[in-house]
């Protein structure tokens, strides 16, 4: 056997400890032969197997293939049912292990402690110690059994005590609970049965029994030392929490025992006193003993030192009532001090509490963040200061960290068969006498099985114990190397090396020191990696595999090897090892683009800048070539080599990078591109895509030298910046290039500049960005911005420059054929622009100048024309140009129809009249006129002369605005025009209505304007006359009939009569049968609406009648038409139904007939004319038409006579009435229907009138019950006399009161002999009794009581009949009786159908009973007819 460690703690044995392969545990193994002499329980508990070589030995269960584990092993319960015996916990469902998160690793070992698993199972087969119960851990582990053993362990799992006996057990029960001191000289045990032991751990001897420290029947919960070791507390499954005081006194052990709260108050099911370790003994808040408690309720933190204190209360979000509630203490630095914190949960939220002492010597208690979980919580253990261990109900474990709330890892913890408590929470032992809530909480209760000492958890299954710690981490890398996750254990070690990592044990010293050794042991994993990436590499498979893997692998070495700055590691190291793969060599050099480019690589060894050119090379890839050239320090690359590959490829940004950067050279790589383009754009020849492209880049290269910065990224060097300038303004002024021919013209650089593109180079010259703060000598000062002549005024070389360069592109261009126009304007668009600037520093000759104007006002140059004259205009906005003529300035505009440059001269002279003419004529802005006009009639600042000019040019124009946009003219009328209004609509109607597009133009103007006139206010509308409105009505019967009747219902300003007329003549009879309908024309309006009805089933009839006999094509068109037309038919009818209705209530019963009838005959007759057609679609849309004719017509005219009125057609009189025959049945149904629902209705009012009664007769006929058996007003007993008869009155309330001091107190109305006399309560509704409520209510329809009984008591003359009661009843309803029926009338939910159909029957027909037709709305129906039937 090895060498066992020699500490007394568990946490030092655990870091010496090795990991090795979890065995199952064989029963085989430990069977005993027969012997003569069985063994004692001692000599069997202590022995050793001879197998094991290690007593320490933690197994790493992480890493477990479950596929090969021995099934039988752990195919076992949950073991809630050895321990409650509730077959539920034996189906409890397996889960699969989960996988650790990449991010965090494995963080925590899971380890069975062999030795003592061992020796639980052999406790239990053998000597019938009975399966294990409890688990507690300080310097020693210690077991108790179902038999009331107690294991003691040391921290080499060997068996040191075996504590009690059988015999204990089968008088005391089960180990119910297990607590050590922080000496680890005593143990208490807590059993079944209710009693407790103390036991010396140094000797093992019994120190006390303690049977009557709660009360008796009860099973011990919980038992716990707390930081005095003459002080724990203990709690039974009554809910109650004691506190029990260990005393010797002359050699006499005893125990006092207090109660701390009791179970009636709120059962308590979860205990926990604060335990301080060692390093914080002289923490002040150890000298309060706090105690915290859990209940079904709420939690609870009290002191019991120096004096019982309950510090605070916290009662319970809603949870779930069978969660089960934790607690848990921990010291945790908050702030720079540490301080005690108190997890506490129920359910699925971790609840934080820190607790502090104050100066007042007071406890107080800060609620902290909470963690909210989606798993029901059944263990809570502090691991260390920051990290928690939670098992859920699925047995589920997880690692959370709780500054940050992350869940760490998750572990499955079904192998281990966590014994459950369940059976002590129940109280089986002692008669299951607990109350339903705990024993729901005891079914998930687990307290027993998991103790944390240390940094330690043991947990306790029913053959097994296992220890938890947390991994350092070293360990949590090695964990995910031995399964092949590189990639995860580099980004877990790069967590430690920035320290972002949760959890983390064993790194020391200071940040420097835990950098460098993490780094080394990343060099050494990045090494591992390589060398597992090519070996592991497929040896045969496609060249896309091969890729794949390496591009898995490649990029994650060179990211880390720069996170660590460790290029030689990369370059000399792990790229020789890859270079020996080909695929790997062309992955890792393609890798390497994206970090050179994003800079993080910036200097390459010269063997692979050579192997990197070659594969680009070689594999076409030019365009990243060049992007890893232009970051890449110059001094790590072959210039000559580079440049050469650089040319021939037309790497033209990597040629200017290498002489800049290598050489100081900015001009070189401008002779080379000139050279280049500058021949083929000098003989005019079509220029190709890369010319264009060499082009721009040289017009970019050229602004970004004069702006100091470096092409194409970078700044230039500061001491270089103004050299640079000034040698690329001495290049492009050159007069020939350095091999001129001598056909070449003077200044060929900036001649192949303007041909290539004279506006981009003229926008260099110009700056495309500015920003004033630049400055050309301030080498300080970057910019992104691009510099040029603003940039350069104070320098006197850079100005003279700058006019050297305008003089060059004058001479270079004005009079010279070469250049188009276009081009010309461009420079002379230049010059102006700077000539605008306020610090123009230009000199231009005064007759140039007028050739800019002359060139800007060109009326025959039609390109450009608004940049023209937006360059002019800022000419005249900065006043840049002073010494001009306005006269002949305005002349020019006026050609070249520059509107803007007008307004400006018109604003100038405040003829703003003339600008409505600058805007009427300006093709671009003629809609802004509207906003203009209005703006200068609303802003102050103007004045009134030229408001009246500027209306009387609004007035002139009206017909051209009004054709420009009627909607805008007429707000602008609204606003200010209204006292001209009507003068401009008879202007508007004279001039206007020649055209019709000129009367749609009229028209809508009249309806903006009128649509505004409806809405607005009384005292702001327009003075309009009739007329008007009703030009308005004519000219919308011409454009928008659809509309018209929307309008009639809206306006109210129009005459009736001429509406009448102006429908008429346009033939809008809809309209026009409102408008008579509005004039009380009733016959006349039915009639318009009857011819339309005609018209539109004529209409039908003749499409259906035209489309018999046509082609396929034909007949769909025919059909689709029909559709149509059947939808404008059912639309009017709806329309006349709905006028019938609205005409029916006041007329007689013949004028009724005289609107349904002429309807009626009209629908029949149709049915006639489509009658034996093909198109069954129509046919029977006008039957079902028909019928709902019929059925409205029902609410109002009588069945027999709208029968008599079909039968007296000819066609139906001579006996033909098998056509009607559907008209007939469904009258028929119809009279059914209405039959059966006014039974139905008169038994259901039946029936709630029954019910009503009943029940108020039953509340009335209740008897009463006083209170109490004296005069609420008195306060004497209503017998004040014996030998005297005195009535009373007892109300519903339970009030009792004399007659008299009723009357005294004013109470009642009217005379007090009155036999009916209504009384009130006088306690319950006068102000004096405080309840009032009845008397503020004089005015209700009825009193309000349920019953009233009066009766006279006392003692009558001899011979009568003592107790005689007289009772008289009180038929009113008071206050109370009022309330009873309200309540009453609630248990009926849902309005009463009598209400229902009040309301339905508000507009019943006087003559037709039984017929409910609605007033109001109109759009409501009662449909009192079945769906009606067609004949097939």
């Given at each position: 056997?090895?060498?066992?460690?020699?500490?007394?703690?568990?946490?030092?044995?655990?870091?010496?400890?090795?990991?090795?392969?979890?065995?199952?545990?064989?029963?085989?193994?430990?069977?005993?032969?027969?012997?003569?002499?069985?063994?004692?329980?001692?000599?069997?508990?202590?022995?050793?197997?001879?197998?094991?070589?290690?007593?320490?030995?933690?197994?790493?269960?992480?890493?477990?293939?479950?596929?090969?584990?021995?099934?039988?092993?752990?195919?076992?319960?949950?073991?809630?049912?050895?321990?409650?015996?509730?077959?539920?916990?034996?189906?409890?469902?397996?889960?699969?292990?989960?996988?650790?998160?990449?991010?965090?690793?494995?963080?925590?070992?899971?380890?069975?402690?062999?030795?003592?698993?061992?020796?639980?199972?052999?406790?239990?087969d053998k000597v019938d110690a009975g399966l294990p119960t409890a688990i507690a851990m300080s310097g020693v582990i210690a077991v108790g059994t179902s038999h009331g053993l107690a294991l003691v362990f040391d921290t080499n799992q060997a068996l040191r005590l075996c504590l009690g006996s059988k015999t204990t057990g089968a008088e005391f029960g089960a180990v119910s609970a297990l607590s050590i001191n922080q000496d680890c000289s005593r143990v208490l045990c807590g059993f079944a049965k209710g009693q407790i032991t103390m036991w010396d751990l140094a000797n093992g001897k019994l120190l006390r029994t303690i049977t009557d420290a709660h009360p008796?029947?009860?099973?011990?919960?919980?038992?716990?030392?707390?930081?005095?070791?003459?002080?724990?507390?203990?709690?039974?499954?009554?809910?109650?929490?004691?506190?029990?005081?260990?005393?010797?006194?002359?050699?006499?052990?005893?125990?006092?025992?207090?109660?701390?709260?009791?179970?009636?108050?709120?059962?308590?099911?979860?205990?926990?006193?604060?335990?301080?370790?060692?390093?914080?003994?002289?923490?002040?808040?150890?000298?309060?003993?706090?105690?915290?408690?859990?209940?079904?309720?709420?939690?609870?933190?009290?002191?019991?030192?120096?004096?019982?204190?309950?510090?605070?209360?916290?009662?319970?979000?809603?949870?779930?009532?069978?969660?089960?509630?934790?607690?848990?203490?921990?010291?945790?630095?908050?702030?720079?001090?540490?301080?005690?914190?108190?997890?506490?949960?129920?359910?699925?939220?971790?609840?934080?509490?820190?607790?502090?002492?104050?100066?007042?010597?007071?406890?107080?208690?800060?609620?902290?963040?909470?963690?909210?979980?989606?798993?029901?919580?059944?263990?809570?253990?502090?691991?260390?200061?920051?990290?928690?261990?939670?098992?859920?109900?699925?047995?589920?474990?997880?690692?959370?960290?709780?500054?940050?709330?992350?869940?760490?890892?998750?572990?499955?913890?079904?192998?281990?068969?966590?014994?459950?408590?369940?059976?002590?929470?129940?109280?089986?032992?002692?008669?299951?006498?607990?109350?339903?809530?705990?024993?729901?909480?005891?079914?998930?209760?687990?307290?027993?099985?998991?103790?944390?000492?240390?940094?330690?958890?043991?947990?306790?299954?029913?053959?097994?114990?296992?220890?938890?710690?947390?991994?350092?981490?070293?360990?949590?890398?090695?964990?995910?190397?031995?399964?092949?996750?590189?990639?995860?254990?580099?980004?877990?070690?790069?967590?430690?090396?920035?320290?972002?990592?949760?959890?983390?044990?064993?790194?020391?010293?200071?940040?420097?020191?835990?950098?460098?050794?993490?780094?080394?042991?990343?060099?050494?994993?990045?090494?591992?990696?390589?060398?597992?990436?090519?070996?592991?590499?497929?040896?045969?498979?496609?060249?896309?595999?091969?890729?794949?893997?390496?591009?898995?692998?490649?990029?994650?070495?060179?990211?880390?090897?720069?996170?660590?700055?460790?290029?030689?590691?990369?370059?000399?190291?792990?790229?020789?090892?890859?270079?020996?793969?080909?695929?790997?060599?062309?992955?890792?050099?393609?890798?390497?683009?994206?970090?050179?480019?994003?800079?993080?690589?910036?200097?390459?060894?010269?063997?692979?800048?050579?192997?990197?050119?070659?594969?680009?090379?070689?594999?076409?890839?030019?365009?990243?070539?060049?992007?890893?050239?232009?970051?890449?320090?110059?001094?790590?690359?072959?210039?000559?080599?580079?440049?050469?590959?650089?040319?021939?490829?037309?790497?033209?940004?990597?040629?200017?990078?290498?002489?800049?950067?290598?050489?100081?050279?900015?001009?070189?790589?401008m002779e080379k591109l000139f050279s280049v383009i500058g021949p083929r754009v000098r003989e005019g020849r079509s220029l190709t895509g890369d010319d264009v492209v060499m082009g721009n880049k040289l017009l970019v290269y050229i602004s970004c030298c004069l702006a100091g910065r470096a092409y194409p990224i970078g700044d230039i060097p500061e001491d270089l910046v103004v050299q640079v300038k000034y040698q690329v303004f001495e290049f492009l002024i050159r007069l020939h290039s350095g091999d001129s021919s001598q056909k070449e013209e003077v200044f060929p650089f900036i001649h192949t500049l303007l041909h290539f593109d004279t506006r981009e180079?003229?926008?260099?010259?110009?700056?495309?960005?500015?920003?004033?703060?630049?400055?050309?000598?301030?080498?300080?000062?970057?910019?992104?911005?691009?510099?040029?002549?603003?940039?350069?005024?104070?320098?006197?070389?850079?100005?003279?420059?700058?006019?050297?360069?305008?003089?060059?592109?004058?001479?270079?261009?004005?009079?010279?054929?070469?250049?188009?126009?276009?081009?010309?304007?461009?420079?002379?668009?230049?010059?102006?622009?700077?000539?605008?600037?306020?610090?123009?520093?230009?000199?231009?000759?005064?007759?140039?100048?007028?050739?800019?104007?002359?060139?800007?006002?060109?009326?025959?140059?039609?390109?450009?024309?608004?940049?023209?004259?937006?360059?002019?205009?800022?000419?005249?906005?900065?006043?840049?140009?002073?010494?001009?003529?306005?006269?002949?300035?305005?002349?020019?505009?006026?050609?070249?129809?520059?509107?803007?440059?007008?307004?400006?001269?018109?604003?100038?002279?405040?003829?703003?009249?003339?600008?409505?003419?600058?805007?009427?004529?300006?093709?671009?802005?003629?809609?802004?006129?509207?906003?203009?006009?209005?703006?200068?009639?609303?802003?102050?600042?103007?004045?009134?002369?030229?408001?009246?000019?500027?209306?009387?040019?609004?007035?002139?124009?009206?017909?051209?605005?009004?054709?420009?946009?009627?909607?805008?003219?007429?707000?602008?009328?609204?606003?200010?025009?209204?006292?001209?209004?009507?003068?401009?609509?008879?202007?508007?109607?004279?001039?206007?209505?020649?055209?019709?597009?000129?009367?749609?133009?009229?028209?809508?103007?009249?309806?903006?304007?009128?649509?505004?006139?409806?809405?607005?206010?009384?005292?702001?509308?327009?003075?309009?006359?009739?007329?008007?409105?009703?030009?308005?009505?004519?000219?919308?019967?011409?454009?928008?009939?659809?509309?018209?009747?929307?309008?009639?219902?809206?306006?109210?300003?129009?005459?009736?009569?001429?509406?009448?007329?102006?429908?008429?003549?346009?033939?809008?009879?809809?309209?026009?049968?409102?408008?008579?309908?509005?004039?009380?024309?009733?016959?006349?309006?039915?009639?318009?609406?009857?011819?339309?009805?005609?018209?539109?089933?004529?209409?039908?009839?003749?499409?259906?009648?035209?489309?018999?006999?046509?082609?396929?094509?034909?007949?769909?068109?025919?059909?689709?038409?029909?559709?149509?037309?059947?939808?404008?038919?059912?639309?009017?009818?709806?329309?006349?139904?709905?006028?019938?209705?609205?005409?029916?209530?006041?007329?007689?019963?013949?004028?009724?007939?005289?609107?349904?009838?002429?309807?009626?005959?009209?629908?029949?007759?149709?049915?006639?004319?489509?009658?034996?057609?093909?198109?069954?679609?129509?046919?029977?849309?006008?039957?079902?038409?028909?019928?709902?004719?019929?059925?409205?017509?029902?609410?109002?005219?009588?069945?027999?006579?709208?029968?008599?009125?079909?039968?007296?057609?000819?066609?139906?009189?001579?006996?033909?009435?098998?056509?009607?025959?559907?008209?007939?049945?469904?009258?028929?149904?119809?009279?059914?229907?209405?039959?059966?629902?006014?039974?139905?209705?008169?038994?259901?009012?039946?029936?709630?009138?029954?019910?009503?009664?009943?029940?108020?007769?039953?509340?009335?006929?209740?008897?009463?019950?006083?209170?109490?058996?004296?005069?609420?007003?008195?306060?004497?007993?209503?017998?004040?006399?014996?030998?005297?008869?005195?009535?009373?009155?007892?109300?519903?309330?339970?009030?009792?009161?004399?007659?008299?001091?009723?009357?005294?107190?004013?109470?009642?109305?009217?005379?007090?002999?009155?036999?009916?006399?209504?009384?009130?309560?006088?306690?319950?509704?006068?102000?004096?009794?405080?309840?009032?409520?009845?008397?503020?209510?004089?005015?209700?329809?009825?009193?309000?009581?349920?019953?009233?009984?009066?009766?006279?008591?006392?003692?009558?003359?001899k011979g009568t009949e003592t107790h005689r009661k007289k009772v008289v009843a009180v038929a009113t309803l008071d206050v109370q009786q009022e309330l009873s029926w309200d309540h009453l009338r609630g248990l009926y939910r849902g309005p009463s159908r009598l209400s229902i159909l009040s309301e339905v029957s508000h507009g019943h027909s006087s003559e037709k009973a039984g017929f409910l037709l609605p007033a109001q709305p109109e759009s409501f129906h009662l449909k009192l007819a079945p769906p009606p039937l067609f004949e097939e």
């Open positions: 056997m090895s060498q066992s460690p020699d500490s007394r703690s568990l946490l030092s044995a655990s870091s010496q400890l090795n990991l090795m392969e979890v065995e199952s545990i064989d029963d085989k193994e430990f069977d005993i032969p027969q012997v003569d002499t069985p063994p004692t329980l001692e000599s069997i508990l202590s022995q050793m197997e001879e197998e094991e070589e290690d007593p320490f030995v933690l197994e790493d269960t992480c890493l477990l293939n479950t596929d090969n584990m021995d099934a039988q092993s752990y195919d076992t319960s949950s073991l809630a049912s050895s321990d409650s015996g509730d077959p539920a916990h034996l189906k409890r469902k397996r889960r699969t292990l989960d996988q650790n998160a990449a991010v965090h690793g494995s963080v925590l070992r899971l380890s069975l402690l062999k030795g003592i698993s061992a020796q639980i199972v052999a406790a239990a008796p029947g009860t099973a011990i919960l919980h038992v716990k030392f707390t930081d005095d070791p003459t002080l724990a507390v203990c709690n039974d499954s009554g809910g109650s929490v004691f506190e029990l005081t260990f005393r010797r006194v002359m050699g006499i052990r005893s125990c006092d025992s207090r109660c701390l709260f009791s179970g009636s108050k709120g059962e308590v099911c979860c205990i926990e006193p604060l335990r301080t370790p060692p390093d914080f003994r002289d923490h002040p808040i150890t000298c309060y003993s706090l105690l915290a408690m859990a209940s079904l309720t709420k939690i609870l933190i009290i002191g019991l030192k120096p004096s019982l204190n309950v510090w605070m209360t916290l009662p319970y979000t809603k949870s779930d009532p069978s969660s089960v509630p934790q607690l848990a203490w921990q010291f945790v630095p908050v702030q720079k001090t540490v301080n005690p914190m108190l997890a506490f949960c129920k359910g699925d939220s971790v609840h934080f509490l820190l607790v502090k002492k104050e100066e007042t010597d007071t406890i107080h208690v800060i609620k902290q963040r909470q963690l909210q979980l989606s798993c029901d919580i059944i263990s809570l253990n502090w691991i260390n200061s920051c990290s928690l261990v939670l098992l859920d109900s699925h047995e589920k474990l997880h690692v959370v960290d709780r500054p940050t709330q992350d869940i760490l890892e998750t572990l499955d913890l079904e192998q281990v068969q966590l014994v459950y408590n369940s059976r002590h929470f129940k109280s089986l032992a002692t008669g299951g006498n607990v109350s339903q809530a705990l024993a729901l909480v005891g079914e998930k209760a687990c307290y027993q099985s998991l103790s944390s000492y240390a940094g330690q958890i043991v947990c306790l299954g029913t053959k097994s114990a296992h220890i938890m710690s947390l991994r350092n981490w070293k360990e949590r890398l090695d964990c995910l190397l031995k399964q092949e996750h590189f990639t995860e254990a580099l980004s877990l070690a790069w967590s430690f090396h920035e320290g972002t990592a949760k959890a983390v044990v064993g790194l020391h010293g200071d940040s420097q020191k835990r950098k460098a050794v993490i780094s080394d042991k990343m060099v050494e994993i990045l090494l591992h990696f390589t060398e597992y990436a090519v070996k592991k590499c497929p040896e045969q498979g496609k060249l896309q595999v091969l890729e794949q893997h390496f591009q898995e692998v490649v990029p994650v070495l060179v990211d880390y090897c720069l996170l660590l700055q460790k290029a030689d590691l990369l370059f000399n190291q792990l790229y020789s090892r890859l270079v020996e793969n080909m695929v790997a060599k062309g992955v890792f050099l393609e890798s390497l683009e994206s970090y050179i480019v994003a800079n993080r690589l910036g200097h390459i060894t010269t063997p692979v800048m050579k192997d990197l050119l070659a594969h680009y090379h070689d594999n076409g890839m030019m365009d990243s070539l060049e992007r890893c050239i232009v970051h890449l320090d110059v001094t790590s690359l072959d210039i000559q080599q580079v440049v050469q590959v650089c040319w021939n490829n037309q790497l033209y940004d990597a040629v200017i990078y290498i002489f800049n950067r290598g050489m100081n050279d900015y001009i070189t790589p180079f003229l926008n260099v010259l110009a700056m495309t960005e500015e920003s004033p703060s630049m400055r050309t000598d301030f080498p300080n000062t970057r910019s992104c911005c691009i510099q040029t002549f603003d940039d350069v005024q104070n320098d006197k070389q850079a100005l003279e420059y700058q006019q050297r360069i305008v003089d060059i592109l004058l001479q270079v261009m004005v009079d010279n054929p070469d250049f188009t126009p276009s081009q010309v304007g461009g420079l002379f668009t230049f010059l102006a622009r700077q000539l605008a600037k306020p610090n123009n520093t230009l000199f231009v000759n005064r007759n140039l100048f007028d050739q800019v104007l002359e060139f800007l006002c060109c009326p025959d140059d039609d390109s450009r024309h608004t940049e023209r004259q937006q360059v002019l205009l800022e000419l005249l906005q900065v006043g840049g140009v002073v010494q001009f003529n306005e006269e002949r300035l305005f002349t020019l505009a006026e050609k070249a129809k520059f509107y803007q440059i007008c307004e400006f001269l018109y604003e100038k002279k405040h003829l703003y009249d003339r600008i409505v003419d600058c805007y009427l004529q300006d093709p671009l802005r003629k809609a802004e006129i509207f906003s203009y006009i209005h703006n200068l009639m609303s802003m102050p600042g103007y004045s009134s002369e030229e408001k009246l000019k500027v209306k009387e040019k609004v007035l002139q124009h009206m017909q051209e605005l009004v054709s420009l946009d009627p909607g805008k003219l007429a707000d602008l009328v609204v606003w200010h025009f209204t006292e001209e209004v009507q003068t401009i609509i008879s202007e508007l109607q004279a001039s206007l209505c020649v055209s019709l597009q000129d009367d749609s133009l009229l028209f809508q103007f009249l309806r903006c304007l009128l649509k505004f006139q409806e809405g607005c206010q009384a005292t702001s509308r327009l003075p309009l006359e009739s007329e008007f409105y009703e030009l308005l009505l004519d000219l919308m019967c011409r454009f928008e009939p659809q509309e018209l009747l929307k309008f009639l219902h809206t306006s109210q300003h129009y005459r009736l009569e001429e509406a009448i007329q102006i429908t008429e003549k346009y033939h809008c009879n809809e309209a026009k049968a409102y408008l008579l309908e509005k004039k009380g024309d009733i016959p006349g309006a039915f009639a318009g609406l009857l011819q339309t009805l005609k018209e539109r089933l004529d209409v039908l009839a003749a499409e259906m009648s035209g489309g018999i006999g046509g082609g396929v094509d034909g007949r769909d068109e025919e059909e689709a038409n029909g559709e149509f037309t059947l939808t404008t038919v059912k639309s009017s009818l709806n329309q006349m139904i709905l006028f019938c209705h609205r005409n029916c209530q006041n007329l007689d019963q013949e004028q009724r007939k005289d609107l349904w009838f002429p309807l009626l005959d009209t629908m029949m007759a149709s049915q006639k004319e489509v009658m034996g057609l093909s198109d069954k679609h129509i046919s029977d849309g006008l039957k079902e038409m028909t019928l709902k004719v019929l059925n409205c017509m029902s609410s109002f005219i009588s069945l027999p006579a709208i029968i008599q009125q079909i039968l007296q057609d000819p066609v139906y009189g001579r006996g033909k009435l098998a056509e009607i025959q559907g008209l007939i049945l469904g009258m028929l149904d119809t009279f059914t229907y209405e039959q059966t629902l006014l039974e139905t209705t008169t038994n259901l009012l039946n029936h709630d009138l029954h019910w009503s009664l009943a029940h108020l007769r039953s509340a009335v006929t209740k008897g009463l019950h006083p209170r109490q058996d004296c005069c609420n007003i008195c306060l004497q007993h209503y017998k004040r006399k014996q030998d005297a008869s005195e009535e009373i009155i007892v109300f519903s309330c339970g009030h009792l009161y004399h007659l008299q001091c009723l009357q005294q107190k004013d109470s009642g109305w009217g005379a007090a002999s009155e036999p009916q006399q209504p009384w009130r309560c006088y306690k319950c509704s006068s102000s004096h009794g405080g309840r009032g409520g009845a008397c503020s209510e004089p005015n209700r329809s009825r009193s309000a009581s349920l019953a009233q009984t009066r009766f006279s008591s006392g003692h009558h003359e």
